[in-house]
């Protein structure tokens, strides 16, 4: 944002000016994560609905946030591109309501990385012996 950040402090979304000073603008139902700002002052997030399921939301500035698209627990991601474009990625419950939201969605998985234009979706590769590589690492740590 222009005027400072936006971000998490508890369970609260808060926006943080340049001097420090802390204004709350929603408390969603838990914990958020994956916090993208728009280019019209509203601000997507990921809030988790329970241990299973999660909502991408949309505060648009006052009032409550709204749902935009619901998934599965790590299966829905935010993606921030240029000039406040947001990008929905993952597996959407249903039909995302992202029309007129200023997030797009693309249909790729969650861990796709996007172009900061928007334009092109790459899905990580690894081969066979990275995969092996990367397991061993992971019981070692």
């Given at each position: ?34 916090i ?61 309501a992202?029309?007129?939201?200023g ?39």
């Amino acid at each position: 944002m222009k005027d400072g950040t936006v971000a998490a402090l508890g369970s609260r979304l808060v926006h943080l000016d340049h001097f420090g000073k802390v204004k709350n603008l929603a408390d969603p139902d838990s914990a958020r994560f994956g916090i993208r700002a728009a280019a019209d002052g509203k601000v997507a997030f990921v809030d988790r609905k329970n241990d299973a399921a999660v909502n991408a939301k949309l505060f648009t500035g006052s009032g409550k946030s709204t749902a935009i698209a619901s998934g599965r627990r790590c299966d829905l991601n935010l993606i921030q591109g240029e000039a406040g474009k947001i990008s929905l990625t993952g597996h959407p419950m249903g039909t995302p309501a992202t029309a007129g939201t200023g997030v797009t969605r693309v249909n790729a998985p969650h861990d796709t990385d996007v172009s900061f234009h928007g334009r092109l979706a790459v899905d990580p590769v690894l081969t066979s012996g990275m995969r092996a590589g990367l397991l061993i690492w992971r019981r070692r740590r």
